[in-house]
């Protein structure tokens, strides 16, 4: 039998209740009720990723602003999605139910007014990575108001918020979004991405103005962004919040610093938890450890001011877009002619672009793997997934293993990523779309409502992200299997008072199973599996089930 350790942990205690208590009020019924604590541990998290304008339309009046009319390339353009839909979501329970633990949202901020023709029709800033102000939200997304109420809602769930952080570009240039000044930005050469500097000062396309993060010297406003202030009555607030925040950092103010003060408010006004940052590799490492001290300080002063708001004692996450880097590469990514630690460089964890190759292997040797593997990350951790965004070539892109999907995704080791609509099998391939715009069509809600089959697959993807939730041993304990035909495996992890271990069983037979479980439960030991709802006592080292399911996922009742 083989035992392979993930190593030292870091995690904070938050109440299980199905995400619907917070550590505090756990912690005051302690005395008159008896309950389980489970830690929240970014390391073993399952976050849902979506994007914004894509998810749930839950106020129609902000359909169409800044006189976004143009025809558009097919899914090229602004949809409904906003806050006020997501928020709709979780008060109905939706992520609940999903066993999601955290939110990660496409940026919010104000988006370029124009449109871009990219060869494939007009294309409008819908995804929210072409920002115009970092310092207002895009009203097709929602108010200020919308995303307090979100941030709020979703707390009282015990769900964690991560917003997207762009710091290394600006929106396209058209005739409604001058370009900003050439002490802001540069428009070439063209990034070609065959070394370092060929990756990082340099556009990422065409047309794409790039943050000359690399400058320390003092830049003015931009003259566009200045005038837009101005005409919406706010210069003056805006120039004393800049003025007050380089005197108490003493940072010069260059563009990079600017723009991390316009981020960290999000942090300071909502008591945001985390921020998921976008093309990280196209920006000087150092920016990341400036950008993640600032983030600490703000997060932390959040916390003394909003003491009734906290819901643990945990740093604030930051989890790094670095295209392409993998955990086969430990802690480095290699630029070709240069090695980065980019976990070294502010950040908690790194986007896993490896794991939809690795998830071509069978479950064994796929768990296996990532429990050898990320002890070397030492304390640090990555996100997997295995459909995304911009990900032309997803594990699953015709939708044919939604299943096999979900078992490999919620059960390896580290933390776990649910794009928008795996959970339903919502289409990645979209006729008559080009590049992206395939992956980011709206959410399926008909299907989730009314088709027998999708209600199928979700259910699978409920019971193995509850348990995922309940259980931070499935994404960060020791990996230990009992058998390999069948399947079946336990994952324990110890820390401090706190013990948490469950045994699954995957690809079983159907009807009568025995789950060989010595080492891990006591004889007389009651369990339930949570994947049928069926109890049973420990004996002679196993649990008899009977159920119609090839999967076991047991846990002490």
């Given at each position: 039998?083989?035992?392979?350790?993930?190593?030292?942990?870091?995690?904070?205690?938050?109440?299980?209740?199905?995400?619907?208590?917070?550590?505090?009020?756990?912690?005051?019924?302690?005395?008159?009720?008896?309950?389980?604590?489970?830690?929240?541990?970014?390391?073993?998290?399952?976050?849902?990723?979506?994007?914004?304008?894509?998810?749930?339309?839950?106020?129609?009046?902000?359909?169409?602003?800044?006189?976004?009319?143009?025809?558009?390339?097919?899914?090229?353009?602004?949809?409904?999605?906003?806050?006020?839909?997501?928020?709709?979501?979780?008060?109905?329970?939706?992520?609940?139910?999903?066993?999601?633990?955290?939110?990660?949202?496409?940026?919010?901020?104000?988006?370029?007014?124009?449109?871009?023709?990219?060869?494939?029709?007009?294309?409008?800033?819908?995804?929210?990575?072409?920002?115009?102000?970092?310092?207002?939200?895009?009203?097709?997304?929602?108010?200020?108001?919308?995303?307090?109420?979100?941030?709020?809602?979703?707390?009282?769930?015990?769900?964690?918020?991560?917003?997207?952080?762009?710091?290394?570009?600006?929106?396209?240039?058209?005739?409604?979004?001058?370009?900003?000044?050439?002490?802001?930005?540069?428009?070439?050469?063209?990034?070609?991405?065959?070394?370092?500097?060929?990756?990082?000062?340099?556009?990422?396309?065409?047309?794409?103005?790039?943050?000359?993060?690399?400058?320390?010297?003092?830049?003015?406003?931009?003259?566009?962004?200045?005038?837009?202030?101005?005409?919406?009555?706010?210069?003056?607030?805006?120039?004393?919040?800049?003025?007050?925040?380089?005197?108490?950092?003493?940072?010069?103010?260059?563009?990079?610093?600017?723009?991390?003060?316009?981020?960290?408010?999000?942090?300071?006004?909502?008591?945001?938890?985390?921020?998921?940052?976008?093309?990280?590799?196209?920006?000087?490492?150092?920016?990341?450890?400036?950008?993640?001290?600032?983030?600490?300080?703000?997060?932390?002063?959040?916390?003394?001011?909003?003491?009734?708001?906290?819901?643990?004692?945990?740093?604030?996450?930051?989890?790094?877009?670095?295209?392409?880097?993998?955990?086969?590469?430990?802690?480095?990514?290699?630029?070709?002619?240069?090695?980065?630690?980019?976990?070294?460089?502010?950040?908690?964890?790194?986007?896993?672009?490896?794991?939809?190759y690795d998830a071509q292997k069978s479950y064994e040797e796929l768990f296996d793997y990532y429990a050898q593997s990320l002890p070397g990350l030492r304390g640090a951790s990555v996100l997997n997934y295995l459909s995304s965004h911009d990900d032309g070539a997803p594990f699953d892109k015709e939708r044919n293993k939604p299943y096999e999907t979900a078992t490999k995704l919620l059960l390896s080791p580290g933390a776990s990523q649910v794009y928008y609509g795996d959970?339903?099998?919502?289409?990645?391939?979209?006729?008559?779309?080009?590049?992206?715009?395939?992956?980011?069509?709206?959410?399926?809600?008909?299907?989730?409502?009314?088709?027998?089959?999708?209600?199928?697959?979700?259910?699978?993807?409920?019971?193995?992200?509850?348990?995922?939730?309940?259980?931070?041993?499935?994404?960060?304990?020791?990996?230990?299997?009992?058998?390999?035909?069948?399947?079946?495996?336990?994952?324990?992890?110890?820390?401090?008072?706190?013990?948490?271990?469950?045994?699954?069983?995957?690809?079983?037979?159907?009807?009568?199973?025995?789950?060989?479980?010595?080492?891990?439960?006591?004889?007389?030991?009651?369990?339930?599996?949570?994947?049928?709802?069926?109890?049973?006592?420990?004996?002679?080292?196993?649990?008899?089930?009977?159920?119609?399911?090839?999967?076991?996922?047991?846990?002490?009742?």
């Amino acid at each position: 039998m083989k035992q392979i350790f993930l190593g030292t942990l870091a995690f904070i205690f938050l109440a299980c209740d199905s995400g619907k208590k917070t550590s505090k009020e756990s912690v005051d019924s302690e005395s008159t009720k008896k309950e389980k604590v489970t830690p929240f541990m970014w390391e073993a998290a399952n976050i849902y990723f979506l994007l914004t304008d894509r998810f749930n339309n839950g106020d129609t009046s902000n359909d169409v602003n800044y006189d976004r009319t143009s025809e558009t390339g097919k899914l090229r353009g602004f949809m409904g999605g906003d806050l006020k839909g997501i928020t709709q979501k979780i008060e109905e329970g939706y992520f609940n139910d999903l066993g999601i633990n955290a939110i990660w949202f496409t940026p919010v901020v104000e988006q370029i007014h124009g449109s871009v023709d990219e060869g494939t029709g007009n294309t409008y800033g819908f995804h929210g990575y072409w920002a115009k102000d970092w310092t207002k939200l895009d009203a097709n997304f929602g108010t200020d108001q919308d995303l307090k109420e979100l941030v709020e809602t979703a707390h009282a769930k015990g769900i964690r918020v991560l917003m997207d952080a762009v710091i290394n570009h600006t929106g396209p240039v058209t005739d409604k979004d001058p370009v900003w000044s050439d002490t802001w930005v540069r428009t070439e050469p063209q990034c070609t991405y065959d070394s370092y500097e060929h990756t990082i000062p340099c556009t990422l396309v065409a047309n794409l103005p790039d943050i000359k993060t690399d400058n320390n010297k003092e830049v003015e406003l931009p003259d566009a962004l200045a005038a837009k202030w101005k005409a919406e009555g706010r210069y003056e607030q805006e120039v004393a919040e800049l003025d007050a925040y380089f005197k108490r950092t003493g940072h010069p103010k260059a563009p990079r610093f600017y723009i991390m003060k316009w981020l960290t408010d999000f942090i300071k006004d909502h008591g945001i938890d985390g921020f998921r940052v976008d093309t990280v590799k196209h920006t000087e490492e150092y920016v990341w450890d400036e950008f993640k001290k600032e983030c600490d300080f703000i997060f932390a002063a959040w916390k003394k001011a909003n003491p009734d708001k906290v819901l643990d004692d945990n740093d604030f996450f930051m989890v790094g877009e670095v295209y392409g880097y993998g955990i086969g590469s430990g802690r480095l990514y290699d630029f070709g002619d240069k090695k980065v630690n980019y976990f070294r460089n502010g950040f908690n964890s790194l986007i896993n672009f490896q794991f939809k190759y690795d998830a071509q292997k069978s479950y064994e040797e796929l768990f296996d793997y990532y429990a050898q593997s990320l002890p070397g990350l030492r304390g640090a951790s990555v996100l997997n997934y295995l459909s995304s965004h911009d990900d032309g070539a997803p594990f699953d892109k015709e939708r044919n293993k939604p299943y096999e999907t979900a078992t490999k995704l919620l059960l390896s080791p580290g933390a776990s990523q649910v794009y928008y609509g795996d959970e339903s099998a919502r289409s990645l391939a979209i006729e008559g779309t080009e590049g992206d715009a395939t992956l980011r069509s709206f959410m399926n809600w008909d299907a989730v409502d009314h088709d027998d089959n999708t209600a199928a697959i979700i259910s699978h993807w409920q019971k193995l992200g509850q348990f995922r939730r309940n259980h931070p041993a499935v994404g960060a304990g020791s990996n230990k299997t009992l058998s390999s035909t069948p399947y079946i495996f336990s994952r324990s992890l110890k820390k401090g008072e706190f013990e948490d271990k469950v045994v699954v069983g995957l690809e079983m037979p159907e009807g009568k199973k025995e789950v060989p479980v010595k080492g891990i439960f006591e004889d007389g030991t009651l369990l339930k599996d949570h994947y049928s709802n069926l109890e049973g006592k420990v004996s002679n080292g196993k649990i008899v089930l009977n159920t119609e399911f090839s999967v076991v996922l047991l846990e002490e009742k």
